[in-house]
Nanobody, 121 residues
Framework: QVQLVESGGGLVQAGGSLRLSCVAS??????MGWFRQAPGKEREFVAA????????SYADSVKGRFTISRDNAKNTVYLQMNSLKPDDTAVYYC????????????????WGQGTQVTVSS
């Protein structure tokens, strides 16, 4: 079975850091990334990374603060989030697709269940 499982969410004060992890099982994926959805808002793209890790893209709102990486030996993608802001509060979803890299992951083949990130003050 193809499955994406996120971990690492939690509650943190503004300016703090969190690292999200997503483990894929059942197959490997060309592009992996992260989306987020805040209450009353549409799901938005956050970051994506290609197979080799050399190609990445970020939403303007997180550029310079978030870093995406992957470990293909572990079939895992990470999102290091620094300098967190209250506006970063959302459910963060791992995403993956077998298609070639796209800057905003317009197509997503598989989704994780999401992990809550809450940034206070």
């Amino acid at each position: 079975q193809v499955q994406l499982v996120e971990s690492g969410g939690g509650l943190v004060q503004a300016g703090g850091s969190l690292r999200l992890s997503c483990v894929a099982s059942g197959r490997t994926f060309n592009v992996m990334g992260w989306f987020r959805q805040a209450p009353g808002k549409e799901r938005e793209f956050v970051a994506a990374i290609g197979w080799t890790g050399g190609t990445t893209s970020y939403a303007d709102s997180v550029k310079g603060r978030f870093t995406i990486s992957r470990d293909n030996a572990k079939n895992t993608v990470y999102l290091q989030m620094n300098s967190l802001k209250p506006d970063d509060t959302a459910v963060y979803y791992c995403a993956a697709d077998q298609r070639p890299f796209g800057a905003t992951m317009a197509r997503v083949g598989s989704w994780g269940q999401g992990t809550q990130v809450t940034v206070s003050s």
